[in-house]
């Protein structure tokens, strides 16, 4: 069973600002980003409710203070911590992940440690080729995207992640793979886990992880969104 909780509405340019650098600590977001999204899962996934609050501040509207006094980068994700703010979705997964309490999200095992530099290092790649993908063969460019997923979840077999348990790795990339499990079948007629079995069985463990499934889009907004936004002549 999923948990629901309720989100609290986003923050506009009409909101007035949370009492700023009162000693809480913040993880600004926004419902819609992936880059957030990341920050969110590890939030939840440690058991960090109490501990971190989260801040959705809605981007098509963004409040004045954001820029001003909170991060001048005027980006999400970004973390208020310690009198300090700090953004970079991955940075912020590790820091979380080493400075607060909760189940550990990063490997010992040094081949495990090994494997997830090399995928964290490609997920940048990995999703500017998904997005690329608009402005090719679509279904080609995307299918080689999904190819090194499936390659990569062989690696281990102490269970169905990246590195075999749940990890960072995990959280890295399931944002993006969630939004074009989504559109990809609905615009292109295209299933990316047909053919791939390792990433099927990847997406469902997934979706049996609360702290992730709290955290997903809206199906039916994220296509009208992608469509607008990448697809404005159909």
């Known amino acids: 069973m999923t948990s629901v909780t309720v989100r609290p509405p986003p923050l506009t340019s009409t909101s007035e600002p949370p009492p700023l650098f009162d000693g809480t600590t913040r993880l600004y977001i926004s419902y819609t980003c992936p880059f957030a999204q990341r920050v969110w899962i590890t939030r939840n996934y440690k058991g960090l409710e109490d501990k971190i609050e989260l801040v959705p501040i809605d981007l098509q509207n963004r409040p004045a203070w954001y820029k001003e006094k909170v991060y001048p980068e005027n980006k999400v994700p970004s973390l208020e911590h310690n009198g300090k703010v700090l953004g970079e979705s991955l940075d912020l997964v590790k820091y979380v992940d080493a400075n607060f309490e909760g189940t550990p999200l990063s490997p010992n095992d040094p081949a495990k440690k090994e494997f997830a530099e090399q995928l964290l290092s490609h997920v940048d790649t990995f999703v500017k080729d998904l997005y690329g993908s608009f402005k090719g063969d679509t279904v080609q460019l995307a299918s080689t995207a999904f190819e090194y997923l499936e390659n990569a979840l ?18 890295a990339y399931v944002p993006f793979v969630e939004r074009f499990h989504i559109i990809l079948p609905e615009l292109f007629k ?28 809206d199906p039916q907004e994220t296509v009208n969104t992608y469509k607008k936004r990448f697809l404005p002549q159909q």
């Open 154 to 171: 062989g690696k281990f077999d102490d269970g169905p992640f990246l590195l075999g348990q749940f990890s960072l790795v995990d959280i």
């Open 190 to 217: 295209f299933n990316i886990t047909e053919g791939r079995p390792k990433l099927a069985t990847w997406i469902e463990e997934l979706n049996k992880i609360d702290a992730y499934t709290q955290t997903k889009v």
